[in-house]
């Protein structure tokens, strides 16, 4: 039975079955918080909050989560104040798929702890300390396992079963695909966030100029300014997912994004310098894990797992640093000393 209470100020009171029985209203694909398919431990539920409504706040105020400003989203250990990094990337995916959350009738919530959550995997300097890590192992590291082993295992939150899946299946490569069609605005919330601001971030470096962006993106995505390419692609997702009966993008933008991904691959992320600083991150990866193999003890207790195998706990460490302390690490155990 829900409840809202009046009180004198004129406020209102809304606990949780309230907020349970509003989310009646959404979508018939909406996932519904009374229906999740639960956590791995039991618990009573809040008060006030919806189960999703809970697991965001859980991400929001996790060490993982705080992490993630001193992360690299491109441009490494960038010098501007300016720059994207993994934090502010985070922030922005959020606002991208909370707009098609609320345009589609599904449950804004569940769609917040995903996204807030999604990247918190990351290693240091982004996808090039996610690619360091793949040496260790047999086949890939994956940051969005590691999302998951964070909020399971390293940071234990007792997530639901919808928000864990959604963090393992954000990337477009992961199979099984999400469960949910929340999880799947991740995929395309993710994409347009990631492209738009690096972009302008790659145009405010000077790496690239806007002359230098492919025509037929730009016809069809429109004049490079503000938002108005995130516009375009998040109003081809809802009209192409009414259309469908299912989370999509209308082809023209789906081909023009794809187009626009590969420009930024070619200009921009795999540029020659980018390449070159990305095999200086990569080295300091490497001496870094090699060293800790040796060296275990010097992993703080709060951030191991004693149940792990070494290289695991290794791993784990590596993973969760953030581009400074990874630099300032490798400076203490790396930089010769005694010179003036």
């Given amino acids: 039975m829900s409840s809202v209470t009046p009180i004198n100020s004129g406020l209102i009171v809304v606990d949780r079955s309230a907020r349970e029985a509003r989310e009646l209203s959404l979508s018939p694909l909406a996932t519904q918080s009374v229906h999740t398919k639960g956590r791995a431990v039991e618990e009573a539920p809040d008060a006030y909050r919806t189960a999703f409504e809970l697991d965001r706040d859980r991400v929001l105020h996790s060490k993982a989560f705080r992490r993630l400003k001193h992360k690299t989203q491109v441009f490494i250990n960038p010098e501007g104040d300016h720059f994207v990094t993994r934090m502010t990337h985070t922030l922005q995916v959020t606002q991208v798929a909370r707009a098609l959350a609320v345009a589609l009738g599904l449950n804004e ?101 806007v002359e230098d962006v492919p025509k037929e993106v730009v016809d069809c995505l429109g ?10 692609m998040v109003n081809a997702v809802i009209d192409e997912s009414v259309k469908r009966g299912k989370i999509a993008m209308s082809a023209d933008v789906m081909l023009a994004m794809k187009q626009f991904r590969e420009f930024m691959f070619e200009r921009v992320y795999m540029r020659p310098s980018a390449v070159r600083q990305s095999d200086r991150a990569r080295l300091v990866i490497h001496q870094l894990v090699d060293h800790l193999m040796s060296h275990p003890d010097e992993i703080p207790e709060t951030y191991r797992n ?17 581009d400074r302390y990874a630099l300032n690490l490798h400076d203490q155990l790396f930089r010769p000393r005694g010179l003036v």
């Fill in 109 to 209: 919530s569940l769609t917040e702890a995903i996204a807030l959550a999604h990247d918190c995997g990351h290693t240091p300097f982004g996808h090039t300390g996610e690619a360091a890590l793949c040496d260790y192992v047999d086949g890939e590291w994956l940051h969005s396992e590691q999302g998951v082993r964070i909020f399971q295992t390293l940071e234990p939150a007792n997530l639901t079963h919808e928000v864990l899946d959604g963090i393992r299946a954000h990337t477009w490569k992961i199979q099984p695909p999400p469960e949910t069609p929340e999880a799947w605005l991740i995929r395309f919330a993710d994409r347009i966030a990631y492209l738009t601001h690096d972009l302008h971030d790659a145009l405010r470096a000077g790496v690239i100029g």
């Fill in 223 to 232: 004049p490079i300014r503000g938002r108005s390419w995130i516009n375009v």
């Fill in 306 to 322: 004693q149940e792990a195998d070494r290289l695991t706990q290794v791993l784990d460490f590596v993973a969760g640093m953030t």
